[in-house]
Every structure is written in C-alpha cells, then in structure tokens.
C-alpha cells in the first residue's frame, strides 16, 4: 500500500503517485491524439488537436507540439493536472534514439 505522500522520481521530477493514471497500451506505440482520447482527457480529436497546439501538453517533461508524435512505454504525459504514465501490454523494449 502506498502512502498519499509517497513520490517517486523520474528523471529530474518527482511526481506524486496520487493522480497518476497508468495506461496499458497494446503494441509498440500509441499518436497522442489517440493516448488523450483513450485517457479521456479529450472527447474528440479536435479537442486533442487544440490542447496539443495550444502547448498544454507535455511528453516526459517537454512542451509538445506534435498531434501525431509516438508516445512509446516509459513516457509521461502531461495536461493539465493530469499525468499519464504509459506502459505496454507487450515487452516492446524502447528504440535507442
């Protein structure tokens, strides 16, 4: 059991695990418009497509500006008080980039 108090680290942030929604996704990658839908964070993709290009979203601790971009296992999504933690149902190891 976890203390509402506990935080874990990841890179150079610490986010609190109360709040945090962690999202299974199947195969290697999901668009970011779709992870905001699925999350319902969004209700449609024109409500994705205005919080992406108005910078209300970040991936792993960065502005993104990409509707399309691919959110792989291991990323953090952020939009508004909302984090998102993505892992995959399937062991997809993370392209070297």
Do not use: W
Not at 26 to 52: M, Q
Not at 88 to 97: G, Q, V
Request: net charge positive; charged share 30%; proline share 3%.
């Amino acid at each position: 059991m976890t203390n509402k108090n506990d935080k874990f680290r990841i890179g150079s942030s610490k986010i609190s695990i109360k709040g945090v929604k962690k999202i299974q996704i199947d195969g290697e990658f999901i668009r970011l418009d779709a992870l905001l839908k699925y999350a319902s964070i969004a209700s449609t993709g024109g409500e994705a497509k205005i919080l992406v290009q108005n910078g209300e979203v970040t991936v792993s601790g960065e502005p993104c500006f990409m509707r399309g971009k691919k959110i792989r296992q291991g990323d953090i999504v952020r939009c508004g008080n909302e984090t998102l933690v993505v892992k995959s149902r399937e062991n997809h190891p993370r392209p070297l980039e």
